[in-house]
């Protein structure tokens, strides 16, 4: 994994280190070494943390859980051709480009849309 020091915290440098996850820092001004999970943070950024207001951990769970579901789901992305991220999934399941155990697997999570009432 590769993140900036934004994102760490002795908790998450010690559940990397219990569950064998090499961590690398980006070198600082230099973006582009881990450019995926740069855009990531700017369209989370620009597209939601300075969009909402939150007032409390539950509420921004759920307005999360929202954002998330329509990142995944509803917007397509230009670099995935125009597809949302779950179409293009499925898409490289089904012709067979990439393997299952290359992606990373889709799982449920209390906060996900699914267990909201919205």
Same mark, same amino acid.
């Given at each position: 994994m590769c993140y =900036? $020091?934004?994102? $760490?915290? @002795?908790? #998450? *440098?010690?559940?990397?280190s219990e569950n064998r996850v090499e961590w690398h820092y980006?070198? !600082? =001004?230099?973006?582009?070494?881990?450019?995926? #999970?740069e855009s990531f943070k700017g369209s989370l950024r620009d597209e939601f943390l300075n969009e909402e207001l939150f007032g409390s +951990?539950?509420?921004?769970?759920?307005? *999360?859980?929202v954002w998330r579901y329509d990142y995944n789901n /509803? @917007?397509?992305h230009s670099s995935l =051709?125009?597809?949302?991220p779950a179409q293009a999934r499925r898409a490289f399941l089904?012709?067979?480009s /990439? $393997? !299952?155990?290359? +992606? /990373?697997? /889709?799982e449920q999570h209390q906060y996900q849309t =699914? @267990? +909201?009432s919205l």
């Open positions: =900036g $020091t934004e994102f $760490t915290s @002795r908790a #998450i *440098l010690k559940w990397a980006i070198d !600082p =001004g230099k973006p582009q070494q881990n450019a995926f #999970i +951990l539950a509420d921004a769970r759920r307005k *999360l859980a /509803v @917007r397509p =051709g125009n597809r949302t089904h012709d067979g /990439v $393997t !299952p155990d290359a +992606l /990373v697997p /889709v =699914g @267990r +909201l």
